[in-house]
C-alpha cells in the first residue's frame, strides 16, 4: 500500500523491490500480475490491471502516458506467489464465488480506507510486503554524495 514512484528507477522493464520485513531479502515485484491504484498522495486517480504486461511495465508506462505527472504513489494486490527463491510463480487458483466476493470487499476496503468500514474483509489473507529502495537509486546517492565531497575537498584547497 502507498508506495513511493520515486523509489524505483522507472524504465521499460522496472524492479520494483520490497520485502517482507526491514531485514529480509528484497523481492522483485516487477513481474507481478494482479491490479494497481495509483495515487496523488492519498487522492485514487486511476485503477488499473496487469495481466498481458507485468505490473512494472504496466506502472512504467504510467510515467510516460497521459497520467505521467499525475501520481505519486501506488498500490498493488498481486495473484503471483513467491518463491522460497524469492522469484515469483503463477499458482492454481480454486476460489468459490463467496469467497471471491470477500476477498474483492476486502481489498476494496483495504485500497479504499472508507471511515466507516471497521473490519478489513472476511475470509481473507494475503502477505504484505513493504517497499524498498531500488539499489541503483542507492548507488547513485553514493555516487552524488562522494562527487560532492570531492568538490568540497578541491574548493577548500
Not at 52 to 74: A, C, M, Q, V
Not at 137 to 155: C, D, F, P, V, Y
Amino acid at each position: 500500500m502507498y508506495w513511493q514512484r520515486d523509489l524505483v528507477v522507472w524504465r521499460n522493464d522496472p524492479k520494483i523491490f520490497g520485502k517482507q520485513q526491514a531485514l529480509s531479502k528484497p523481492v522483485d515485484f516487477g513481474k507481478q500480475k494482479g491490479i494497481y491504484i495509483l495515487y496523488d498522495h492519498h487522492t485514487v486517480v486511476y485503477v488499473g490491471r496487469s495481466i498481458d504486461r507485468p505490473l512494472g511495465k504496466r506502472l512504467y508506462e504510467h510515467t510516460i502516458d497521459r497520467l505521467g505527472s499525475r501520481w505519486n504513489r501506488f498500490s498493488w494486490f498481486g495473484l503471483l506467489e513467491v518463491t522460497p527463491e524469492g522469484g515469483l510463480q503463477e499458482t492454481a487458483l480454486n476460489i468459490s464465488f463467496s469467497s471471491l466476493i470477500a476477498t474483492l470487499e476486502a481489498l476494496l476496503i483495504e485500497a479504499l480506507e472508507p471511515p466507516q468500514n471497521r473490519k478489513r474483509g472476511d475470509d481473507f489473507s494475503a502477505i504484505e510486503y513493504i517497499q524498498d529502495v531500488d539499489p541503483e537509486l542507492r548507488e547513485r546517492e553514493i555516487q552524488n554524495t562522494l562527487r560532492s565531497i570531492e568538490q568540497k575537498m578541491r574548493g577548500g584547497s
